[in-house]
């Protein structure tokens, strides 16, 4: 079950979305599946993002963490929750494509393995995005960690073994201006 401190943020990223400026011509918007590839897990869920000038904006997301097998730690493969609210810009490369690069936090709600547990980090992101169709877009954001809790490291599973340090989003969304 999500702790206080966990839905409190949860409802201020919705409201955050929700009450986005009114649309301009500058102003876009959209809603993605978003999946993150991370070994040992499958972390997936719903982001967001509101542009409000041609260049900066922000983006948000809700992922729900399980373990790909059942763990001998813990009971059941469900891990929590990942919020994550992040201040981008946006380059346009041509009509069809986007970079996008920005920071922010990454919020780990670990409630699956303890109510009172959470971590929390700071992602160097880098985005590269192809529009499909005018609305239609595909993406990949590639995460690294400036800053995160004790126990928070990407690239470093239960045992200890390492691999790329990186978190790596991958996703589909519609957009509207």
Same mark, same amino acid.
């Given at each position: 079950m999500p702790? &206080?401190?966990?839905?409190?943020?949860l409802?201020?990223?919705t409201?955050?979305?929700?009450?986005?400026?009114p649309?301009?011509?500058? *102003?876009?918007? =959209?809603?993605?599946?978003?999946?993150?590839?991370?070994? #040992?897990? %499958?972390?997936?869920?719903?982001?967001?993002? @509101?542009?409000?000038?041609e &260049?900066?904006?922000?983006d /948000?997301?809700f992922?729900?963490?399980?373990?790909?097998?059942?763990?001998?730690?813990?009971?059941? *493969?469900?891990?929590?929750?990942?919020?994550t609210?992040?201040?981008?810009? /946006?380059?346009?490369? =041509?009509?069809?494509?986007?970079?996008? %690069? /920005? *920071?922010g936090? #990454?919020?780990?709600?670990?409630? /699956?393995? #303890?109510?009172?547990?959470s971590?929390?980090?700071?992602?160097?992101?880098a985005?590269?995005? @192809?529009?499909? &169709?005018?609305?239609?877009?595909v993406?990949?954001?590639?995460?690294?960690?400036?800053?995160?809790?004790?126990?928070l490291?990407p690239?470093?599973?239960?045992?200890?073994?390492?691999? &790329?340090?990186? @978190?790596?989003a @991958? =996703?589909? =969304?519609?957009?509207?201006?």
């Amino acid at each position: 079950m999500p702790s &206080t401190r966990s839905a409190l943020a949860l409802a201020l990223l919705t409201a955050s979305l929700a009450h986005a400026p009114p649309a301009s011509a500058d *102003t876009r918007a =959209g809603l993605e599946a978003e999946g993150l590839l991370v070994q #040992d897990k %499958v972390i997936a869920g719903i982001s967001g993002y @509101v542009f409000f000038t041609e &260049t900066f904006g922000i983006d /948000g997301g809700f992922q729900l963490m399980f373990l790909d097998e059942e763990s001998r730690r813990l009971d059941g *493969t469900f891990l929590g929750g990942l919020l994550t609210l992040h201040l981008v810009a /946006g380059f346009p490369i =041509g009509d069809q494509a986007m970079i996008r %690069v /920005g *920071t922010g936090i #990454d919020y780990y709600g670990l409630w /699956g393995i #303890d109510d009172e547990e959470s971590k929390a980090a700071m992602p160097l992101l880098a985005e590269a995005r @192809v529009y499909v &169709t005018e609305g239609l877009s595909v993406f990949v954001q590639p995460r690294y960690y400036l800053f995160s809790s004790d126990g928070l490291e990407p690239g470093v599973d239960f045992d200890g073994d390492k691999t &790329t340090p990186l @978190v790596i989003a @991958v =996703g589909v =969304g519609g957009e509207w201006r």
